[in-house]
C-alpha cells in the first residue's frame, strides 16, 4: 500500500519541474535543451511504467505474466532508465551555474539520441523474451530456454551501444572542463614571478 501511495506521488515534483521548463520555452526560448529532452525521456518511461502498473495487477494479466521476467522488466529496469535520465537531466541543467561553462549542446542531442534509442531497445528485449514465456527464476530454466542465447547476445549488444552513448556524455565533459581550464589559463594575470 505505501508503495503503491509512493509512485503514484513520484511523478508529482517531476512534473512540475518540467511544466515550468516546457512554459519557459513558451515564452520566447524555442530550443529544446538536453536537459529538457532528458527530463521528457524521463517521463516517457515513467508514463510506460505507470500505465503497465495499472494493467499488471488485473488478474488475467497477472496470471499470464506472473512467472515471467515481465515483471522484472517493468518495475526495476523502466525505474532505473527513468532515473538515469533525470540524472542526467539534472547535470545538464545545473552544471552551467555550477561551473560557469555550459555542456556542447549537439554532443548533448547525441547523448540523448543514442541513450534513448539504447533503452527503449534493452527494455524491448525484456519484453520480447517474457512474452515468450521465460521464466523469472534460475530454477525453473530447462533446455527450451537455450533459445534465448541470441537475446543475450542482442542485449550485450545493446549495452555495449549504452556505454558509448556514456562515453559520448564523458567526452562532452572532458571537452567542457577543458575549455574551462584554457579560459582561466588565458585570463590569469602573469606576475613575472614564474
Known amino acids: ?10 511523478p508529482i515534483p517531476a512534473a512540475t519541474f518540467a511544466l515550468k521548463r516546457l512554459a519557459r520555452y513558451r515564452k520566447g526560448k524555442p530550443i529544446v535543451s538536453p536537459a529538457t529532452l532528458f527530463l521528457l525521456g524521463s517521463f516517457f518511461f515513467l508514463t510506460a511504467n505507470f500505465i503497465d502498473h495499472q494493467t499488471l495487477p488485473v488478474s488475467t494479466v497477472d496470471i499470464l505474466l506472473h512467472d515471467t521476467i515481465f515483471v522484472i522488466a517493468h518495475i526495476h529496469i523502466m ?4 532515473l538515469i535520465f533525470l540524472a542526467f537531466s539534472i547535470i545538464y541543467f545545473f552544471y552551467p551555474s555550477l561551473t560557469g561553462a555550459s555542456l556542447n ?19 524491448w528485449q525484456f519484453h520480447y523474451i517474457s512474452l515468450e514465456d521465460m521464466p523469472r ?7 527450451n530456454t537455450l533459445r534465448f542465447v541470441k537475446m543475450d547476445i542482442f542485449k550485450m549488444s545493446v549495452i555495449i551501444l549504452l556505454l558509448g552513448a556514456q562515453l559520448v556524455f564523458l567526452v562532452n565533459l572532458a571537452y567542457s572542463l577543458f575549455t574551462i581550464y584554457l579560459a582561466k589559463s588565458r585570463h590569469s594575470p602573469d606576475d613575472g614571478q614564474g
Not at 106 to 116: D, Q, V
Open 1 to 10: 500500500m505505501v508503495a503503491s501511495l509512493l509512485f503514484v506521488l513520484m
Open 79 to 82: 525505474i532505473f532508465f527513468m
Open 105 to 123: 549542446a549537439p554532443m548533448g542531442y547525441i547523448h540523448f539520441g543514442i541513450t534513448i534509442v539504447g533503452a527503449y531497445l534493452f527494455c
Open 137 to 143: 527464476r534460475y530454477i525453473d530454466y530447462d533446455t
